[in-house]
């Protein structure tokens, strides 16, 4: 392993660990306001009238009256308001925010505000939509020919559901303005998007507004668009109150009902085998948006890409589409699209290789992708497939040939017992282009004269160690000690514009510009004087440009895999599971920091069982998330696996810094596919959905068909 | 802001209580998460020792209300059983501060203390400035939150029969994860077989309904009865515990836990040979 990898003390520890770091609910209240959100009672209503009981001095009411630039908070596209104007189209929607100087107060005169409403009809089931937001579709090969030949066809419908990041620390923002200039500090991944969100709401030119930054208690992508949101309406709060700083920090069940969380997704496959073979994969995928487009279009994307999973399937034809509903919009969570497609995969080749009485690991086997061939989208894996040897190691480590024979039969005792496997990558970075066309990321490292170096990056470390990392890359070029590399939280009046902290990119992509900023400045280095030096973005020669119309080429530079197996022992009197253990092998390139690693691959993992299992959201008649605290909507403890049992391989990217790849999403992506198959085989029972409970797997003890059983 | 009364004394306790409509608050794991008028007083138990004993004597283990769950686990006169729940509740930080008086007061069917000390008819020694009354734990419970206590009476120790406590057992808890979990369905039974002869049968319910469910008069169709004469019985014994048994939907619904219950109940007869 390369000596960077040696972990060190985070950046971040001693202020965390000391618990003398803040948040943003932290900062103390005097001569701050609070602003307190008027939501929407209905899925779907045009508002008559907001009427609010007398306020005295110092309070107010803000709405989209008061909003002096656009009603549009930019996402990808411009379709969501800030706040809602005549009309609201998911039950909790932002109508106007109450402010006042005593929070108590300010939420009971924002209870006591009336909203009147003429009720719309509401499309909660995705079945009904009647908007199809985004239609992709993408096709190789020759797909009438194939499925014509084919020995046999399998068809299957796969459902995902929800998942809420449940981040520990709930949105929260502050913003303040003063003299013509807005400040706008929250916890949020994206600095940037933040920044070009307020300055639309509120008409300033881009000068005038300033996001800072503050420290974040984790994200998952939760905080990816969302907090463009709360920071425009807290904005425009803000300007209202002249010259007072606004602030609005969520509980728990207002994060949980009303932020986005991930698309729930149904995925149909088709697919056509010949000679023992999969010649064609037919797919359609669909995602529930939710009431706006925000981020559904990226998702898709990721989504579909990832449809035909790990493996070489001559022919492809893929369909995705992102409908609108009337529910809370959904959005970015860790894996980003793809562990819904995913899941789908890995069931479909388990359950035909079952249909074909094939061992299902062999069948895989038989399939797999490597190095130069085609990926879905016609680009190429540039770079070695390193998951025959991974899958190795976990066979190993996990004993799983032996338990998957000897879990086969039926069971008649109490403990069932069962084993299941999952192969899977994450596309390193942004999908497509975007980094060359719309990011364009930009980084300096700037030196004072007595020698110091900070690091100007707009990434925000949310938990993930990204201030670790970056300074351990920076202070390995240049030969000083990491504990003298500065970084501090980023703010776009210091920092330029390196891209938003997402898609597991901000290691290798702008990681790798600090590493090349930090051999630019070693180079030029003069002793006594101040030096700034910048590096800029440069897409590697050999992507195969990828174009979205047709979604053809290079879709990701290079990928991170993962293998992993969940043994489980269920309960055949309650249907309830133990996950007895869980060994995986990734693959993220060279870890800069392998405690850091180590811990991403654990959580992740961790949260890929939660969402197979215990995590369940959904929706009553009236469109209302009843989930929302966190009794109702249980995260697995360290209690809830046994054994965690974590590999690294390294498959070294030559564009990355030092052979790093992308990390953060990957280990949540495959999880519930492997976690399922054990289900599987210890209650002799085909799954096709997710979460599974244990409701569902007693019925299925018994014989009758879960998801018939959740209907009726 | 928080209103208090802070006793040293069980005398001193109990005059409080008898002049004011002061909560008695112990660990206060339920109490500190309610939202509460300003104005409410709370009496705090933690100073007063007598409710903090531990101990066993000819006929009864004996605990006082104000015993945490981590003391009653640490403690060789705990018996299994009681243990085998506790140690299944919630996670070792409310372990240490949460009480088996606040778990049988509050009332709740999830209670998972308080279900073994249905199962065992285990006695409550309440206490008031006027007197003693020691009741069976059945008799405490009027329904959901509500408790069979008058004004000024104070919940001071728990006496579980030595001959129930130590008997053969079962225990089992349904919870959405393996900590931190509030009962979904859970089950406790206890049985005394010598000789091929039932002489104490007893089964509750927990998390199904309103209040634990506890049925002495259905589990006495077995008591008394040689095991062959119990296969015989058994028939009637499930069918009416199946008529008995109607749960309520929740977080799972009805059938579920009634399939649960019965699944639970079946395998307790089976692992009596029955």
Redesign the interface.
Known sequence: MHKISNSVTKKDHDEKVSGSVKYVGDYPQIGMLHGKLIRSSYAHARILGVQTPELPEGYFLVDHRDIAGENIVHVVQDDSPAYADGEVHYRGEPIAMLVGPNEEETTRYARLTEVTYEVLPAILDVEESETVFFDYHYERGEMEQAFSDADQIFEEVFYTGYQEQVYLETQGMIAEYKEGHVTVRGSLQCPYYVHGAVAKVLGLTPDKVRIVQETTGGGFGGKEAFPSFLAAQTAVAAVKAQGKPVRVVFDRREDMEFTSKRHPSKSTYKVAVKDGKVTAMDIDVIFNAGAFTTLSPVVLQRGIIAAPGVYNVPNVNVRGRAVRTHTVPTGAYRGFGAPQTFFAVERMMDHIAKALDVDTLTFKRAHLVKQGDQTSTSGIYHYPVPLPAMIDDVLDRSGYLKKRKNYEKAGIERDRHGIGLSLWFHGAGFTGSGERDFIKAKVALQKTADGKVEILASNSDIGQGIKTTFAKIVASELSIPYEEIRISNPDTSRVPDSGPTVASRSLMIVGELLRRAAIHLRSEWREGEAQRVEEHFVEPEFMIPFRLDDFHGDAYPTYAWGVAAVEVKVDALTGVNEVVGCWSAFDVGTPIDLNVVVGQMEGGVLQGLGYASMEQMNYDKDGRIRNNSLSDYLIPTAMDVSHLDVQMHIEEYPYGPYGAKGAGELPLVGIPAAYVAAMEQAVSFPFSHIPLTAEETLVALSGQSAREAQKT | MVNGYAPSGMREALDILSKTSAIPYAGGTDLMIQEVPADTNYLFLHRIRDLKCITVDAEYFICGACCTYTELLNSRHTPDLLKEAIARIA?PAIRNTATIGGNVANASPKADAALILMVTDTLVRIQSKNGVRIVPISDLYLGRGQIDLLPGELITEFWMPNNRAHLPHSY?K?G???????SR?SFAGISDVSDGQITHFATAFGAVSDVIIRRPELDALLIGKSIEEAKVAKEEYLAKMDETLVPIQG???AA?RK??CM??LE?FLAKNGI
């Not at chain 2, 959405?176 to 509030?182: M, S, T, V, Y």
């Open positions: 996670a089992e349904v959405g994860r393996k900590a931190l979990a509030i369905v977080r799972v619904s579920y399939a649960v699944n639970f395998d």
